[in-house]
């Protein structure tokens, strides 16, 4: 299976917090999945921690390699920049990255983030959806020593979501 490729400052390990989650799911395809996590307008509809969307310099609603975007999360409000984006298609991963940031630079509140997605295809009509962020920054080492970890069961109510609403649109094509 693919793996998540990590900017450098960003390893899983050597940052101050880590989150992975995986689901492996029967039934759906990188196809089913990908206009749903690619076209950040349509994440409110299905995980109820993202909100407030914007583009800027007129892009969107669909991410793009090096597009800017705000949206907030974990109560924090999140400018972000897409660093990889790469749809799924011809037996290789979908791809999509963004470095995230709130808080100003040089103080205790700033936290950075590397938020990747990986959806590929497996053998027998799966499809594996694999989200991992790394963190930097004061709130970062707060988040990961707090239990139940937020970001752990933040991000799998992101993937159940997903699925949830593949699905969805899987039985009701007209309602996309």
């Not at 053998?123 to 752990?152: C, D, F, S, Y």
């Amino acid at each position: 299976m693919n793996a998540i490729h990590w900017p450098e400052g960003y390893l899983p390990g050597l940052t101050d917090n880590f989150a992975s989650n995986e689901m492996i799911v029967a039934g759906l395809s990188a196809a089913d999945i990908w206009p749903l996590l690619s076209n950040a307008t349509q994440w409110p509809g299905y995980y109820k921690n993202s909100a407030n969307i914007r583009f800027y310099d007129n892009k969107g609603p669909v991410l793009e390699a090096g597009m800017a975007f705000y949206f907030e999360t974990f109560g924090f409000p999140v400018e972000a920049r897409c660093v990889e984006y790469v749809e799924p298609g011809n037996g290789n991963p979908g791809r999509v990255a963004w470095h995230g940031w709130a808080g100003e630079e040089g103080t205790s509140n700033r936290l950075d983030v590397h938020h990747a997605w990986l959806v590929e295809d497996l053998p027998q009509g799966r499809v594996r959806i694999l989200t991992q962020e790394t963190q930097k920054g004061h709130p970062a080492k707060e988040l990961a020593e707090t239990r139940p970890n937020p970001m752990i069961n933040g991000h799998q109510d992101w993937l159940d979501g997903l699925v949830s609403a593949a699905r969805k649109s899987q039985q009701n094509p007209d309602h996309n």
